[in-house]
T-cell receptor, first 114, second 109 residues
């Protein structure tokens, strides 16, 4: 069964460093998403991406964050100048259509900022 | 934006018991999914169920879209069912999902 894959599964970074989280969406999907879950809290929407552009973004997704589809298979989330409060589980998801369709989630990347 | 409320927030069961988890949402939706978050933090998709009823083994789900709620039933619970169950919805015009706060289920042997 096709699946969304995320790498790495766990990343530890120093405060102030930049990190790139990587995702490979399902191959025929056109819509891509990033979500964040701070430990013990609910999953929060960050951004959606289609046709090489951001479709929607939440108030969490400020200038510290950026997304990119650098090639035909990868979808990345870049976090600049990481802060302690960026420590969280980050989930990538993809769907075939914009609405009315199942979203498939990756297994997540646990980011720890020290 | 759309609001998602899950109840109860916590649920403790003895192994073998049945349970019902509820998800209420504040607006019309085009997508509703139930997830189980395992101890490693992974989101396991249980159901894609914007309307109707589905069953998968001991689990089943029903969404009544016109009344804006969904129910997840767990029968003959096992200790491996423990974890947090999330409901997530997306409005009609996109697939940007909004999650509820979850129900933490503990099944005791």
């Amino acid at each position: 069964e096709p699946e969304v894959t995320q790498t790495p599964s766990h990343q530890v970074t120093q405060m102030g460093q930049e990190v790139i989280l990587r995702c490979v969406p399902i191959s025929n999907h056109l819509y891509f998403y990033w979500y964040r879950q701070i430990l013990g809290q609910k999953v929060e929407f960050l951004v959606s991406f289609y046709n090489n552009e951001i479709s929607e973004k939440s108030e969490i997704f400020d200038d510290q964050f950026s997304v990119e589809r650098p090639d035909g298979s990868n979808f990345t989330l870049k976090i600049r100048s990481t802060k302690l409060e960026d420590s969280a589980m980050y989930f990538c998801a993809s769907s075939e259509f914009r609405g009315g369709t199942e979203a498939f989630f990756g297994q997540g990347t646990r980011l720890t900022v020290v | 934006g759309i609001q998602v409320e899950q109840s109860p927030p916590d649920l403790i069961l003895q192994e073998g018991a049945n349970s019902t988890l509820r998800c209420n949402f504040s607006d019309s939706v085009n997508n509703l999914q139930w997830f189980h978050q395992n101890p490693w933090g992974q989101l396991i998709n249980l159901f894609y169920i914007p309307s109707g009823t589905k069953q998968n083994g001991r689990l089943s789900a029903t969404t009544v879209a016109t009344e804006r709620y969904s129910l997840l039933y767990i029968s003959s619970s096992q200790t491996t069912d423990s974890g947090v169950y999330f409901c997530a919805v997306a409005p009609y015009n996109n697939n940007d999902m909004r999650f509820g706060a979850g129900t933490r289920l503990t099944v005791k042997p």
